[in-house]
């Protein structure tokens, strides 16, 4: 089947057979990757291959640090206010969607949020325009949200920078479900995160990007744990870490870069997005996407059914020719389209076949 779940996602099926493999054995080694030390030499040159590799596919620069982390994005979303602010120091988001408005309740009341734009008037259709955010100056960070899962609202070239300019405040952004799908100029960002479960690997891990100078801002009172000097200095091994996702990571990591690393997925990624939205926008009003066309996300379509009685058969009918998860998120409903890195052209191709079939059927 072709799997269009927004997360945990599909996964490169030689990837698949890899982790089954080692999941039986890890080479010769008499053991499964899954019951090896994190600290012996064959987990920590899986651990070392894999942030290689992600630097070599991100081109991370040297003055940023890597860190896998265990937790999700949400996670990461609670530990930036303390890591990178402190007490009492204002910090701006803009919110483009239902994660960026998670981001805000994952804040800490030790700092002052000023919501520097919003999308919610307009049903998250849209991504306001840079000239009309209030910045705070002097705040601790903006953040963003590159991509919207829900919504399928995306920075994209055609809205302006796809790194919007933030003067001296450094940039985060919640790249969960776009990271790797294009080159991208790290060194416009101060940190970005994404959890593992889209584009990565799987669930369970996130990676944390950030550049070294933020490391050294004292940020709140906080455990040790949650502490990213502290993580960094102990190679994000500060405590057991989740060596299997980890390692399935690596093995993501390792297939973008032989499939032609993010070159080549901003080139499928652009195919695969002009492929449904074409459908979509072709069909008369069958089927509808209503997102301000310049900032349609690559990653999430989202789409409805003109008449939405029709939807169990739609989803059923799609099972039936091997196309799943494409049930909408329950805040939005309808019909959602997840189009990462590891769905191929063919299985678009697919979709967009089956939804001209149902229109027949049905229109
Ligand atoms: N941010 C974005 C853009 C997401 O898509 C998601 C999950 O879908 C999250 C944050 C939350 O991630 P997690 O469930 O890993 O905490």
Redesign the pocket.
């Known amino acids: 089947a072709y799997n269009f779940a ?2 945990p996602a599909a996964l490169p099926e030689s990837v698949l057979k890899q982790a089954q493999a080692d999941m039986l054995e890890w080479g010769d080694a008499g053991a499964s990757i899954v019951e090896m030390s994190h600290r012996g030499p064959e987990f920590m040159e899986v651990a070392t291959r894999a942030e290689a590799d992600l630097r070599t596919l991100l081109g991370v620069p040297d003055d940023y640090a890597v860190l896998f982390l265990p937790g ?4 990461a979303q609670a530990l930036l206010p303390l890591n990178f602010a402190n007490q009492g120091d204002t910090v701006d988001y803009v919110v483009t969607g239902h ?1 960026g408005k ?1 981001a805000l309740k994952q804040l800490t009341p030790a700092v002052s949020v000023n919501i520097a734009a919003s999308g919610e008037a307009d049903g998250y259709r849209t991504i306001p325009a840079r000239d009309s955010w209030r910045l705070t100056p002097g705040a601790a960070y903006v953040h963003i ?1 590159a ?3 829900i919504h399928g609202v995306e920075y994209r070239p055609a809205w302006g920078e796809t790194a919007p300019d933030t003067g001296d405040v450094p940039l985060f952004a ?1 790249f ?2 776009s990271i790797a799908s294009e080159p991208i100029d790290i060194s416009r960002y101060g940190v970005i995160y994404a ?1 593992a ?2 584009n990565l690997g799987p ?1 369970g891990i ?1 990676v944390v990007i950030v550049r070294r100078e933020l490391l050294e801002r004292a940020g709140m009172p906080r455990a040790d744990v949650f502490n990213y000097s502290s993580q960094l200095a102990n190679d994000s091994m500060l405590n057991t870490p989740p060596t299997w996702n980890w390692y399935v990571a690596g093995l993501v990591f390792r297939w973008m870069l032989d499939e032609g690393g993010t070159v080549a997925f901003n080139r499928r990624s652009d195919e695969k997005a002009a492929l449904l939205y074409g459908a979509i926008d072709g069909s008369g009003g069958f089927y509808r996407n209503d997102i301000d066309a310049a900032v349609r996300s690559r990653m999430n379509v989202p789409f409805f059914l003109a008449d939405e009685a029709r939807n169990t058969a739609f989803l059923d009918g799609a099972r039936e020719a091997g196309l799943i998860g494409l049930k909408g998120h329950r805040v939005l409903g309808g019909m959602r389209a997840s189009i990462y890195n590891a769905m191929p052209v063919d299985g678009v191709r697919s979709l967009v076949a089956y939804m001209q079939d149902f229109q027949k059927t049905h229109g």
């Open positions: 927004p997360g999700g994005a949400t996670t994660w998670t949200t991509n919207e899962t919640d969960s479900s959890g479960q889209k669930v996130s």
